[in-house]
């Protein structure tokens, strides 16, 4: 092989050896097999300087250079290829023996679970949503509820009042009026929302959840009502769950009742929940005063109805078995994971 040619291909051998990655091969290659600029490629060129009886020899011995470099290039390329393939092969394994890491998730408040589960009880029932407003008139929150300026009744609820007119509302009551003065019975509504008061103790929290129900109708009596609240008693603590109805005073019910459910706790026997009597207090609810339904412009020849009301905070500190009402505002991670439980 002309001298020149060997020199070549040592120098190709010499130089692979520094080479590390697919693109330095490349690159090499070039530099070599490059049909124009390739040393190899460029000593085709020199045929025309050749002595005639050289050149088929010398092109002989190119075109053999040529094909070993080919050949011996292409092989670094394949093998520099699959080694960088298992580099990376080695870079991105994913062990997946390793335990996963875990993420909190987040959970609605039990005001809310509590609030969604009554809307679904009632809607079921047939109840439609009516949400009124966190400030009202005074009108809305007593008067036209039965309950007039120095009427003792005011007395049963400390008023945060905004000015002499308007106030945040103590009782989702407000609503039955909102209500029966846009619309004529039948109705059966259910409105469910934040009220406030003056009062701050371990079950008592200035602004608390209260859930409304109004049925008005031709011919509805304290029966249907007491036939609503077995049902809804069932549904939300179990289906043994009983009612019983004890008299009590509400200036917009007549006759007014306060509503006991038998103890979830205990069935009825007697525990520390409902403090030995076997009854649990749920909720007050009675007719629907005749004056309330006048002052909304229902006729009370016509049409009567029931009301009550719920407070939520109460339903979920009795089926949480908690007996401080903070700890349900105080957004105590570690408790209400316990309660989401
Ligand atoms: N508004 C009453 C309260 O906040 C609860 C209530 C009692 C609502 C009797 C009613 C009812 O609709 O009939 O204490």
């Known amino acids: 092989m002309n001298a020149n040619l060997e020199q070549i291909k040592q120098e190709i051998i010499v130089g692979a050896e520094e080479l590390n990655t697919s693109r330095e091969v490349y690159e090499f290659k070039k530099k070599f097999l490059d049909g124009k600029t390739g040393k190899i490629g460029l000593l085709m060129k020199e045929m025309k ?39 990376r092969y080695e ?26 589960h009554l809307i679904d009880i009632f809607a079921g029932m047939g109840f439609e949503i009516f949400e009124g407003t966190e400030i ?23 008023t945060f009042y905004l000015s002499p007119e308007f106030l945040l ?22 409105s469910p929302g934040k009220v406030f008061r003056s009062d701050d103790d371990a079950t008592h929290s200035p602004m608390f959840t209260q859930m409304e129900g109004l049925v008005v109708d031709k011919g509805i ?29 509400f200036p917009f019910t007549e006759p007014s ?25 749920i909720l007050g609810a009675g007719v629907v005063n005749n004056k309330v339904l006048e002052n909304c412009g229902i006729d009370s020849n016509v049409y009567s109805g029931f009301a009550f009301g719920i407070g939520i905070e109460r339903t979920a500190m009795l089926k949480y078995g908690i007996n401080n009402i903070k700890l349900l505002f105080e957004s105590d991670l570690g408790v209400l994971q316990q309660l989401n439980d």
């Open 49 to 87: 300087n050749i002595p005639p009886e050289e050149r088929a020899d010398y092109g002989k011995g190119v075109n053999e250079l040529k094909v070993w470099a080919l050949d011996f290039l292409g092989e670094l390329d394949t093998k520099m290829k699959a080694k960088e393939l298992q580099n």
């Open 91 to 116: 870079s991105e394994k994913i062990d997946i023996s390793l335990p996963a890491e875990t993420t909190t998730e987040g959970n609605l408040h039990p005001i809310t679970l509590i609030r969604n």
């Open 136 to 158: 009202e008139t005074d009108y809305y929150n007593f008067t036209a509820l039965n309950t007039p300026q120095d009427h003792p009744a005011r007395d049963m609820q400390d």
């Open 169 to 190: 509302r103590t009782q989702t009551s407000a609503g039955q009026i909102h209500v029966m003065e846009k619309q004529q019975p039948p109705i059966k509504i259910l």
């Open 221 to 249: 009596t304290l029966c249907d009502l007491q036939g609503m609240l077995d049902e809804f008693v069932k549904k939300i603590y179990g289906e043994d769950t009983k009612t019983r109805l004890r008299p009590s005073y």
């Open 257 to 281: 009742v306060e509503v006991d459910c038998s103890c979830f706790e205990c069935g009825g026997t007697g525990c520390k929940l409902c403090k030995g009597t076997g009854w649990i207090e």
